[in-house]
């Protein structure tokens, strides 16, 4: 295996960068947490908010802190599969809880 890479990377300042997006993402996730969209816009807008947020996360660690950015096609394939099976895991459960009722405890 040889030492010598080619390969471009973002370096220290790119990865404080999206760091900073990391943390204002997280802050934005708990700032978000006092927001009632539930009963403002429809029930589950809050979950799909957040699980918004951490797709946006998620998009940002696999690309610069996982280097797919830099990869080959085939890795790009692979990443970009795996995130419509997981859009596919979302639609069943968001499916799942936007159809139930109220419950016990709902208002």
């Not at 030492?3 to 960068?17: K, V």
């Not at 943390?23 to 957040?50: E, H, K, M, Q």
């Amino acid at each position: 295996m040889s030492d010598d890479h080619n390969e471009s990377h973002i370096g220290f300042p790119g990865y404080l960068g999206v760091f900073a997006v990391l943390v204002i993402g997280t802050l934005f996730t708990y700032w978000s947490s006092f927001w009632d969209l539930d009963g403002t816009l429809f029930p589950g807008a809050n979950t799909l908010l957040a699980l918004a947020i951490a797709f946006t996360k998620m998009t940002f660690v696999m690309l610069f802190f996982m280097h797919v950015y830099w990869s080959p096609k085939l890795i790009w394939l692979s990443a970009v599969a795996s995130f419509f099976w997981l859009a596919i895991m979302f639609a069943y459960t968001m499916q799942d809880y936007l159809t139930r009722g109220q419950g016990v405890f709902g208002g």
